[in-house]
């Protein structure tokens, strides 16, 4: 059983930027692919950017060109660099491990972005 642990978020004004971290214990990430998702209040849950093991990374179209996602696997550490923050960043930002090819996932607790104008 993996447990996700995420840390970085905070407040911010826009323009500025946060690195967030999630920290994967009781597992490798090895082998799976790791995501980040959001969700603003009164809003469903929505994938932010994706880094599958030993292929490229795809990003949302509202945070293409200002986020970055990356991994180490020596530290089982994912992260997301976010840069020219905005207040449509604000919410919950959630840390996803996917099994492939089964689809199982495991999920962090979540931190809080927000991003002030």
């Known amino acids: 059983q993996v447990q996700l642990v995420e840390s970085g978020g905070g407040l911010v004004q826009a323009g500025g930027s946060l690195r967030l971290s999630c920290v994967a214990s009781?597992?490798?990430?090895?082998?799976?692919?790791m995501a980040w998702y959001r969700q603003a209040p009164g809003k469903q849950r929505e994938l932010v950017a994706v880094i599958p093991v030993g292929r490229t990374t795809n990003y949302a179209d509202a945070v293409k060109g200002r986020f970055t996602i990356f991994r180490d696997n020596a530290r089982n550490t994912a992260f997301l660099q976010m840069n020219s923050l905005k207040p449509e960043d604000t919410g919950v930002y959630y840390c996803?491990?996917?099994?492939?090819?089964?689809?199982?996932?495991?999920w962090g607790q979540g931190t809080q972005v927000t991003v002030s104008s």
């Open positions: 996803n491990a996917r099994i492939d090819p089964s689809g199982y996932n495991y």
């Open positions: 009781g597992g490798s990430i090895l082998s799976l692919t």
